[in-house]
């Protein structure tokens, strides 16, 4: 049974502190989402990626978010320095190659609940 | 900047009830999909619609594709307390993997 995994699942930190999520994709993914989750703002994309370039980051805070691939098993993402508003679910997902049936599903990893004090 | 509004953002009702969620946007796309998120875990797809007027059924929920592919709406026969959690439509371009998510509607069943 094929899933994304991310880990950890739940952090809890304090303001100042660099955190680091890890996603797992789908073998055969080659495109991976990076999203946050609040009541208030609901589902916000931060960043994806295909073939392991990043394609779009515009929803990320440049000055302390950063997301990368370091290869085709593994996506990371960052926050240095941690701030209180940065508590959130950050969830990963994982799409098929453009071109293939279903290429605009994404299956999505379990979430990293992070709580930054 | 496309947007999708989701309505209502909550909704509890009694178990055997029916209910009708709606997605709405002035945006064209060409595919919508309705995700279902549960506590805890992320969202899973439910349904992919295309075509403008087309109608998929998943047991009892009915899900429905605008005719000017703008808008979307899925309607659950009988609710069951298995139903409940958040609704999520999202909408996606042709070409384009991104997609874009309404804010969601919470649902809950109540025995």
């Known amino acids: 049974d094929a899933r994304v995994t991310q880990t950890p699942r739940h952090k809890v930190t304090e303001m100042g502190q660099e955190v680091t999520m890890r996603c797992q994709p789908i073998?055969?993914?080659?495109?991976v989402f990076w999203y946050r989750q609040t009541m208030m703002q609901g589902l916000e994309l931060l960043a994806y990626?295909?073939?392991?370039?990043?394609?779009?980051d515009s929803g990320m805070p440049k000055d302390r978010f950063s997301a990368e691939m370091p290869d085709a098993t593994l996506a990371t993402l960052k926050i240095q320095p941690s701030e209180p508003r940065d508590s959130a679910v950050y969830f990963c997902?994982?799409?098929?190659?453009?071109?293939?049936?279903?290429?605009?599903?994404?299956?999505f990893g379990p979430g990293t609940r992070l709580t930054v004090l | 900047t496309q947007l999708l509004e989701q309505s209502p953002q909550f909704l509890s009702i009694q178990e055997g009830e029916n209910l009708t969620v709606y997605c709405n946007s002035s945006?064209?796309?060409?595919?919508l999909q309705w995700y279902r998120q549960e506590p805890g875990e992320g969202p899973v797809l439910l349904v992919t619609v295309v075509t403008g007027g087309e109608v998929k059924k998943l047991k009892r929920l009915t899900f429905q594709f605008g005719d000017a592919r703008k808008d979307s709406s899925l309607h659950i026969t009988a609710a069951q307390p298995g139903d409940t959690g958040l609704y999520l439509c999202a909408g996606a371009n042709q070409g384009a993997q991104k997609l874009v998510f309404g804010q969601g509607t919470r649902l809950t069943i109540n025995p």
């Open positions: 945006s064209v796309f060409s595919s």
């Open positions: 997902a994982s799409g098929l190659p453009l071109g293939l049936a279903g290429d605009n599903e994404q299956f």
């Open positions: 073998l055969g993914h080659n495109t």
């Open positions: 990626f295909r073939n392991r370039a990043p394609l779009d």
